[in-house]
């Protein structure tokens, strides 16, 4: 028997040129309107880039599965950079206890013995930034509060030593560049990659955690054998990696829809309560993470077409959550739509398993702003930083008037 | 309210149906581990535990097998006599209590009806390369469910009916076992008394179990609607079968964030404020499930006229 299928479509784009990087928005509406799954010429790879494609391929685990690396790379053809994640880069059965003692490490009703002191230390930030400055202060939103407040309460909840929380970022930037094709990129964080490997492994052992963190809690599973000790620190550095930039990002992305749309603001201060919500449509609106590979398992049809074995496939998560196919008036951040599934933290078995402890650090830090801060406008246009993997900003000039106490 | 329907059922073994069962509409099933049971709602509101005994590969189709209890309250003997192929039967989960932890070496011992959570783990240490080996014991042969499936696997596995051998020779089946081999058992209530004796002189978590207890019955699971009230705004709103309680919040105008909508991600978590949910979740463990005092509204349901939440 012979099936037809329809000739794939072919777009000769680089998602990863500094061009797309500064503005991915025309790229993803050109990969969509293409067609349901396309070919990019440049890298041999497929892609995916709607709602419904993006969130099939993710859930496939069978299919699509993440062990030859969820990078452009293929693990079965090429050495990965590190020792592949226990968690990201792994299929079941091997995924299965990593991912079963994050998630109860992570999970809502562990979180909450931290909520009220992420609260006051958002209070605080807030405070800190606000007392005694006058009646307006500007400041970079980034600098100051989307990095300032996970690097303030995330690596104290894992369990790190104070020394040398700065080589976090640059960690988590490297590899999430290294997600994408060797270019400029990788090549820029390519001479401290061994520095900061080093140090990132070092934080991993259980002598350097403190007894009561996220890092602690994951050695104790292996005292208990729900995992093996020599999985322990791989499954820490999981936390490391993937914890950081991503909700610096996330916040970044909140900052910036909020001083662009003085509606949404008003939302928020009269319903601070939606606090979570907004912190969730930013994610689909900016998709801090935009991209994930998956390598093809045996021939795959989507949409009519094949995607061949071993192939790479690229799903564009920040496209699908803005399909106009799924979402209304997708451009626009929009504090009254219901963002609910949305694709910014993937679908599926390897869904983000921090995605409460990101929800958490956005409700905290919005629930202060709100509540000190009357107006919050741009202060100039922001700056974006270009990743592989991410959407960022460098810098994003804020303007805020404080609320009269 | 979610349904799977009955698309096989075969007599696998005396007293032993196999039923395989899918989504009326062929979508893919929530994803499950070795170890993983489903909770059942049978004719009458009656809920019953079925572990997995199928291929997690198969994305669209779970299988479980049921031994008649005559001594029961009648869930499985209704299995047996009366669902048949088309039929529906409501379900949530999985849940699983029972993991396989990675190991090297594993030693597995089943009685009866306790092989169907082993059946996928002895497939998984194969797959991982793993040391293992199977004890299967049972009444007699033609009691015994899935001896022919697990014949592949050539001596690892050894069948051991009783009217044949006499009881587990556990003492021995354990000797073997080395600082690292992990110990899963499943089976009647003397068999796990048995190997936990047996394994005394181990670490604790070296041996896992699982015990097919009857749960105590909570109320009754229901058909009927019941109201929804949303405590923030005051809003009440009625659930019928065909609305799932987070869409009837919506409805009644309340913002709910959620993602999988099939109660694995979280995401969900209400504060209950008044009446007993129905916990059709992947994600709540026993103690927290009888608190109560939380529910996963994507899946979840009510067992009592009213139900509130804080929303
Ligand atoms: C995690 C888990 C996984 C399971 N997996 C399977 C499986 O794969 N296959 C399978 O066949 N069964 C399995 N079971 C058992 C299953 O859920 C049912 O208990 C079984 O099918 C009998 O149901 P029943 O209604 O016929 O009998 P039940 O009424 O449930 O009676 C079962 C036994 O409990 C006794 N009993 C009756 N009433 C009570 C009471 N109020 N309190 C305590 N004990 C009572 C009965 O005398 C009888 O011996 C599992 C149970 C659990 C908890
Ligand atoms: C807004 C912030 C965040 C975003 C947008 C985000 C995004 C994602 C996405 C898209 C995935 C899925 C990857 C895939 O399918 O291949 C993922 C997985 C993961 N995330 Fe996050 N993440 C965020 C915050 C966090 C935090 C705070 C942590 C740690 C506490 C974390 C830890 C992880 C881990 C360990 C995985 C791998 C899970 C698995 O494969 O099972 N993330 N994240
Ligand atoms: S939306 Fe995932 S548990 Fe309800």
């Known amino acids: ?405 | 309210m979610d349904r799977l329907v009955v698309q096989g059922k075969t007599q696998v073994a005396e007293g032993v149906v196999a039923l395989v069962l899918a989504r009326p509409d062929g979508g893919r099933l929530p994803d499950w581990a070795p170890g993983a049971h489903v909770d059942l709602t049978l004719a009458s509101g009656a809920t019953r535990q079925y572990s997995l005994c199928g291929d997690r590969w198969d994305a669209h189709t779970y299988r479980v097998a049921v031994l008649r209890e005559p001594d029961g309250r009648g869930g499985s003997a209704y299995v047996h006599d009366e669902l048949a192929v088309g039929d529906t039967v409501g379900f949530g989960g999985p849940r699983n209590h029972f993991a396989l932890v990675p190991s090297t070496r594993y030693l597995f011992v089943a009685g009866g009806i306790g092989i169907t959570p082993l059946l996928p783990m002895v497939h998984q240490a194969d797959l991982v390369g793993a040391d293992w080996a199977l004890l299967y014991g049972g009444r007699s042969r033609g009691t015994m469910a899935f001896a022919d499936e697990l014949a592949r696997h050539g001596d690892r596995v050894t069948v051991h009916p009783q009217d044949e051998g006499g009881l587990l020779p556990l003492a021995a089946f354990v000797a073997g076992a080395d600082e690292g081999t992990v110990v899963y058992c499943c089976g009647p209530a003397p068999l796990l008394a048995a190997i936990e004796d047996a394994t005394a002189h181990r670490p604790r978590h070296l041996l896992r179990t699982e015990r097919f207890v009857a749960a105590d019955l909570g109320a009754p699971v229901r058909d009927e609607p019941f109201v929804l009230e949303l405590a923030r705004s005051g809003a009440t709103v009625t659930v019928g079968p065909e609305l799932s309680v987070l869409e009837a919040a919506r409805r009644a105008g309340a913002t709910a964030l959620s993602s999988c909508e099939q109660g694995t991600c979280g995401t969900c978590e209400t504060p209950v404020l008044a009446g007993v949910p129905d916990h059709r979740d992947s994600i709540l463990a026993d103690h927290e499930r009888a608190a109560g005092d939380c529910l996963f509204p994507c899946v979840s349901r009510s067992c009592t006229d009213r139900l509130v939440l804080d929303l």
């Not at chain 1, 005694?132 to 369990?159: C, H, I, K, N, Q």
């Open chain 1, 1 to 405: 028997m012979t099936t037809t299928l329809d000739a794939v479509p072919t777009l000769d784009v680089d998602p990863f040129s500094h061009e797309t990087l500064e503005d991915p928005l025309p790229m993803q509406a050109a990969l969509r309107d293409a067609g349901p799954v396309v070919y990019l010429p440049r890298y041999d790879l497929y892609a995916v880039a709607r709602y419904e494609e993006v969130r099939a391929a993710l859930v496939d685990w069978q299919r699509f599965p993440s062990s030859a690396g969820v990078g452009m790379s293929n693990f079965k053809h090429e050495t990965p950079w590190r020792p592949p994640s226990l968690l990201l880069e792994a299929d079941p059965p091997h995924h299965d206890a990593p991912r079963a003692v994050l998630s109860a490490i992570l999970g809502p009703r562990a979180l909450r013995r931290l909520t009220d002191r992420w609260f006051a230390d958002a209070e605080d930030l807030v405070a800190g930034l606000l007392d005694g400055r006058g009646d307006v202060v500007e400041l970079d939103g980034m600098t100051a509060l989307a990095e300032a407040f996970p690097l303030r309460v995330f690596p104290d909840a894992v369990g790190l030593p104070a020394e040398g929380r700065e080589h976090l970022l640059p960690y988590g930037d490297h590899a999430f560049n290294a997600f994408g094709p060797s270019n400029d990129l990788v090549a820029k964080g390519a001479p401290r990659v061994g520095e900061l490997s080093a140090w990132v492994a070092s934080q991993c052992a259980r002598e350097v955690l403190s007894d009561d963190g996220f890092g602690a809690a994951i050695w104790a599973a292996s005292d208990r054998g729900d995992i093996t000790p020599a999985q322990a620190p791989l499954i820490v550095r999981s936390l490391l990696t993937a914890g950081v930039d991503t909700t610096v990002h996330g916040l970044g992305a909140v900052l910036h829809g909020l001083a662009t749309h003085p509606d949404a603001w008003a939302t928020l201060r009269a319903r601070p309560e939606r606090a979570r919500v907004a912190f969730d449509e930013a994610v689909r609106w900016q998709s801090p993470v935009q991209t994930f590979f998956r390598t093809a398992e045996g021939e795959v049809p989507i949409g009519g077409t094949v995607v061949p074995a071993d192939h790479k496939i690229l799903m564009f998560l920040g496209a699908a959550n803005r399909d106009p196919r799924h979402w209304h008036d997708p451009d626009r951040f929009d504090l009254d739509r219901d963002p609910s599934g949305h694709v910014g933290y993937g679908m599926g078995l390897h869904q983000c398993v921090g995605q409460h402890v990101a929800r958490l650090e956005g409700a905290a830090l919005l629930t202060a702003l709100a509540r000190r801060v009357e107006r919050i406008e741009p202060a100039a246009a922001p700056t974006r930083h270009h990743n592989n993997t991410m959407r960022a900003f460098a810098a994003l000039p804020l303007r805020l008037t404080p609320a009269r106490a």
